[in-house]
């Protein structure tokens, strides 16, 4: 849908909107208020300075630039009223009509579909005129635009033409967001559609680190708990099976129970112990796995055990449990698993023995009494411990050894008695 200068939208009339602008003089303060009626269209209202607005006549066109385009704003012509606009905010630029052409013009940049330039005209607000009275406002037109984006409005250059958007426009406007207005309501619902667009992008690092951001920078925020809910959906989202790392697994099984801990009483916290049981029956499952392998293909039932009872800590009421219950009893049975194909030709491999452990960890253990203490002078003496054959003296070069020692790169040299 395109707009052309010569199509009227009909717009409801804005309430008073009043601008204060504070100037602290030496002697006194003076506040202006800018005011836009429909019958007689922008004031300046207060006590204000010639200095403070600019001289006469620059107020008076000023003024007859806002009134111009706030009248083409209204009868649908948002071209016109954009090149009035932009005459305020390009000649008057250190007047009070600047921040307000700046952030009228935002919003009809926004009615356009023409978000970039709507975002401009919000950083301009922001790092032009930071005393700007209506910041609240500023910050939500900035979200606004955003918001549009990720709801799918259709992007126009120079508001006729339709165009692609980006996701990384739309996180990068969210961003700004948060930055320009850290402590605002706006900031937590800016990371959290953050987070969702990053998932739905698969730029799940992102998504962890805007959810992340939630959890520690605004833990009072109405989001904080859908914040921990989603970090362990999208760790949800990451398994592949009981076959694959379990790391999202463990992750998705932490976030659940700090959800179901934290926040017992929401509304989602059912669906939060559906997904902590099919997590933690995931988990054990994988251990169950193992568990068979070892049962299965290695002749191995008390390693077997050892996976078996530990599915059985993770999730005791899933069916991976008793499973894991079901090879327990065929290993106190004394139950040997069916042959392999590699069984029938190569026969079972051979089951390990407690004894064969025993006697390896005697061959590995060292006897500590064949260490005595001695003092550091003895212990040089001997060679480090280990003998004067293996270790000889040191000593430093220096004189006409230098030269040796650069050539040689080395700090230390054996003397020729030494070396004997």
Not at 289 to 309: E, K
Not at 340 to 366: A, C, H, M, N
Not at 371 to 384: P, T
Request: aromatic content about 16%; proline content about 4%; glycine content about 6%.
């Amino acid at each position: 849908m395109c707009y052309c200068s010569d199509i009227k939208i009909m717009f409801k009339i804005s309430k008073k909107i009043v601008f204060f602008v504070s100037v602290v003089f030496a002697y006194c303060a003076t506040h202006a208020d800018l005011v836009w009626t429909a019958d007689k269209g922008w004031q300046i209202q207060g006590g204000v300075l010639a200095n403070v607005i600019g001289d006469a006549s620059t107020v008076s066109n000023a003024i007859e630039a806002m009134n111009k385009a706030r009248e083409a704003q209204e009868e649908g012509r948002l071209r016109n009223a954009l090149s009035y606009y932009k005459v305020v905010i390009s000649e008057y630029p250190e007047s009070i009509f600047a921040p307000e052409a700046l952030y009228q013009s935002g919003q009809l940049y926004l009615k356009r579909g023409q978000f970039s330039d709507a975002y401009e005209c919000v950083e301009k607000i922001v790092k032009q005129y930071p005393d700007y009275p209506h910041f609240n406002k500023v910050i939500g037109l900035e979200y606004k635009v955003a918001s549009d984006m990720q709801a799918g409005k259709t992007y126009y250059l120079w508001g006729w033409f339709p165009w692609f958007s980006s996701y990384k426009d739309i996180i990068k406007y969210y961003e700004s967001v948060v930055n320009n207005a850290p402590y605002s309501d706006y900031a937590p619902i800016a990371l959290m559609n953050i987070a969702l667009i990053s998932e739905d992008e698969k730029e799940y690092d992102s998504a962890f680190d805007a959810l992340e951001r939630i959890i520690n920078s605004y833990p009072d925020s109405i989001f904080t708990s859908d914040a921990y809910l989603q970090m362990a959906k999208v760790y949800k989202k990451l398994v592949n099976g009981p076959e694959y790392d379990q790391n999202p697994t463990k992750n998705a099984i932490s976030f659940f129970q700090d959800y179901t801990i934290l926040y017992p009483k929401q509304a989602e916290v059912a669906d939060a112990e559906e997904g902590l049981e099919k997590m933690q029956d995931t988990y054990a499952r994988s251990r169950l796995i193992i568990g068979n392998f070892f049962y299965y293909y290695r002749n191995n039932g008390a390693a077997a055990s050892i996976f078996y009872n530990e599915t059985i800590t993770i999730a005791p009421k899933s069916s991976a449990a008793e499973e894991a219950r079901s090879q327990l009893k065929k290993i106190d049975r004394g139950e040997l698993p069916p042959m392999t194909p590699y069984d029938w030709f190569f026969g079972r491999y051979e089951k390990p023995s407690i004894d064969q452990f025993e006697d390896e960890s005697k061959v590995r253990l060292l006897n500590n009494e064949a260490f005595d203490a001695m003092s550091a002078e003895a212990f040089i003496e001997s060679g480090g411990g280990f003998g004067t054959d293996v270790y000889k003296p040191l000593t430093p070069v220096y004189g006409e050894g230098l030269g040796d020692y650069l050539f040689d790169d080395g700090f230390f040299e054996w003397t020729e008695q030494e070396l004997k």
